[in-house]
């Protein structure tokens, strides 16, 4: 579907390395963990177990978080939409959608991607169940996105997810994919946005380390990696300029301890990674 080489395509490698931490932790099938995920989790070891002890959080310690986070307030929206459709955009090698697929056989579960990542998850959930849907391939930067959201059924809420994405994209890329959203989920009764980011460290002690960890990502991903947001309220200013109608913020200090996503706290909790929620819905607009 997609036409020549995506200018994001260098970003693909990390998704190998996600699904293998995930893997590593437990929380996925060997089917996702990639040899050359393996490769990448060797090398960063040294450095996430230094962080782990003196940052007091390291890369691979964010990453069960956001999932965790994303996958509790799925199973919510589930219960609460039952005919909830879902699009996990640059899907990588996430297990959630085959997760979610045998938990609820009857949910409209769709994952995208770049194409050559769309092909090798295309592949590995068919060895896992025959009938998997296949991972639609797209750049959602480009014309092609619009079509994506035609595929879905109109009379039920679409909720798009994506994790381990938004701090690849400069703020300008960022706001065209969040208006995006918003504006293709306008065929919906309902839509949802639910997706992870990293807030700028501030409230860290090594705040510049992460910093220069993060130019190492954006160099060998030749992306903009950047921190956009500082204050919770940013990003929900943000949401609202996108067009979404409501929007939350959940921090994992707050959310672990709490176990309720009620807790939007309007500071900076001095976590590693956020999640967000943002909304609209068709009647009220
Ligand atoms: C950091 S990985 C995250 C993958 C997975 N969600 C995870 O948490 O491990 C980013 C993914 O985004 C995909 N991607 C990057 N730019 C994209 C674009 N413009 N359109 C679609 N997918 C894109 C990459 O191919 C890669 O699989």
């Known amino acids: 579907m997609t036409e020549g080489l995506s200018q994001h395509r260098h970003i693909s490698f ?29 090398l960063a070891h040294p450095l996430e177990s230094w962080a782990e002890r003196y940052v007091g959080g ?23 939409y039952p005919k909830l459709q879902v699009l996990e955009i640059a899907c990588g090698l996430s297990p959630r959608g085959w997760h979610f697929r045998q938990k609820f056989p009857d949910l409209v579960y769709r994952e995208l991607d770049l194409p050559d990542m769309a092909q090798l998850k295309t592949q590995a959930l068919q ?8 991972v639609l391939s797209a750049d959602i930067f480009s014309h092609e996105f619009a079509q994506i959201f035609q595929q879905f059924d109109a009379q039920y809420p679409l909720l798009v997810i994506s994790e381990g994405l938004i701090n690849y994209f400069d703020k300008a890329l960022l706001a065209q994919l969040f208006q ?7 065929r919906f009764p ?22 220069s960890s993060s130019k190492l990502l954006k160099f060998m991903s030749r992306s ?34 709490a176990q309720t996503n009620e807790t939007s706290a309007e ?8 999640m967000l929620h943002a909304s609209s819905r068709q009647s009220s607009r």
């Open 14 to 42: 990390t998704a190998h390395y996600t699904g293998y931490i995930w893997y590593q932790m437990g929380i996925s099938n060997p089917i996702f963990a990639t040899a050359k995920g393996k490769f990448l989790a060797k």
């Open 58 to 80: 390291s890369m691979r310690s964010t990453l069960k978080q956001r999932h965790c986070m994303i996958d509790e307030h799925l199973y919510q929206l589930l219960a609460q």
């Open 127 to 134: 060895q896992l169940d025959p009938n998997s849907p296949q």
């Open 180 to 186: 995006a959203i918003s504006h293709h989920g306008q």
């Open 190 to 211: 309902e839509i949802h946005y639910l997706s992870d980011l990293y807030p700028e460290p501030v409230k860290n002690k090594l705040a510049h380390i992460i910093w």
């Open 224 to 257: 903009a990696f950047s921190f956009h947001f500082t204050h919770p309220q940013e990003v929900r200013q943000f949401l609202t300029d996108a067009g979404f109608q409501t929007s939350n913020i959940v921090q994992p200090k707050y959310y672990f301890q």
């Open 267 to 274: 500071e900076h909790s001095g976590d590693l990674v956020w």
